[in-house]
């Protein structure tokens, strides 16, 4: 009897299985986040792309946070796996409201810098999803996760540089009279910095669980 009902509860490896499929929808999105970006007739097709890609997210953080409801071993601290599920979910939705914006202003070209921060957030995802793939076996991979996550946090020091870049050219490229054009311009801007600054969070809440359970 014992044993049918253990059958029934979720095996410690699902969490991590379910952590890789919620890191693979990041990469996706900011795959398609990086499509969108090159504008043009293709833009409103990969805006969509961004926005299933998040709604896929979602799915599986609903699956991992219900799975650490009904579970009784975990691979680690339940605080943690909430929190590792709520930053990546938080870089999702930093791409979407990123896409909801671009869709609001109707925006079909954009600036190098926006492409650059695109570019940023593709390695960060790439470095994110090699890194939770990691997680099983964290004591022998901690120096590759150690090299990752601050590999991460280097890449969003570099999106800060390229922040104030783009907001310096746009400043230039709209101080004509164009007012319209440079707000709409920095709220992208804004949005497409935040989400390099989600993948940081991303890196930070993997040291933690690696300073925890190390």
């Not at 097709?45 to 579970?71: C, K, N, P, T």
């Not at 590759?144 to 050219?169: F, P």
Request: aromatic share 8%; with cysteine; net charge negative.
């Amino acid at each position: 009897m014992l044993s049918w009902f253990q059958a029934l509860l979720p095996k410690e490896d699902n969490f991590f299985r379910l952590f890789d499929a919620h890191a693979a929808t990041l990469i996706k999105g900011a795959e398609a986040m990086r499509r969108m970006l090159d504008g043009g007739e293709e833009t409103e097709h990969w805006r969509q792309a961004v926005i299933a890609h998040e709604h896929e997210a979602d799915d599986v953080a609903r699956e991992v946070l219900f799975a650490v409801r009904r579970s009784f071993i975990t691979p680690f601290d339940r605080s943690d796996i909430r929190g590792l599920t709520n930053s990546l979910d938080d870089a999702i939705d930093q791409m979407q409201k990123t896409a909801k914006t671009i869709g609001l202003y109707e925006q079909r070209a954009f600036q190098p810098k926006m492409r650059e921060l695109g570019d940023i957030a593709v390695l960060c995802a790439a470095k994110t999803v090699e890194a939770v793939g990691l997680l099983p076996a964290m004591r022998k991979n901690h120096e590759r996760l150690n090299t990752l996550t601050e590999q991460i946090a280097h890449l969003e020091s570099d999106s800060d540089a390229l922040y104030d870049e783009g907001m310096k050219a746009l400043y230039h490229a709209h101080r004509g009279g164009d007012a319209m054009g440079f707000i709409i311009g920095a709220e992208i801007y804004d949005h497409l910095e935040k989400v390099v600054d989600r993948f940081e969070d991303v890196a930070n809440r993997i040291n933690g669980v690696l300073v925890e359970h190390l």
